[in-house]
């Protein structure tokens, strides 16, 4: 082989290499749809709804009962398990 063949095949070498790596610097448009999250949030806005009226009136009972009271129905509970 010839001396000057040896180096232009290097120097193609390295044109080809530059071009490759500079050709990953380009900068590139990419679409994104970005679809809307609000289905998520009405969904546990209903669920949430939909269990506060649901537990309304247990809450309600439960404002009534007094401490005293309480303990009075758990303590004949757990003397009806024995």
């Given at each position: 082989m010839k001396p000057g063949g040896i180096m232009a095949r290097a120097v193609l070498a390295v044109m080809c290499l530059s071009?490759?790596?500079?050709?990953?610097?380009?900068w590139t448009?990419?679409?994104?749809?970005?679809?809307p999250m609000h289905v998520i949030v009405d969904v546990n806005v209903k669920i949430?709804?939909?269990l506060q009226e649901k537990f309304k009136k247990t809450?309600?009972?439960?404002k009534e009962?007094?401490?005293k009271e309480?303990?009075?129905?758990l303590s004949k509970y757990?003397?009806?398990?024995?």
């Open positions: 071009i490759c790596i500079l050709a990953g610097c380009l448009k990419h679409e994104i749809e970005v679809k949430q709804q939909e809450d309600e009972v439960s009962i007094s401490d309480a303990e009075e129905a757990l003397e009806s398990q024995k």
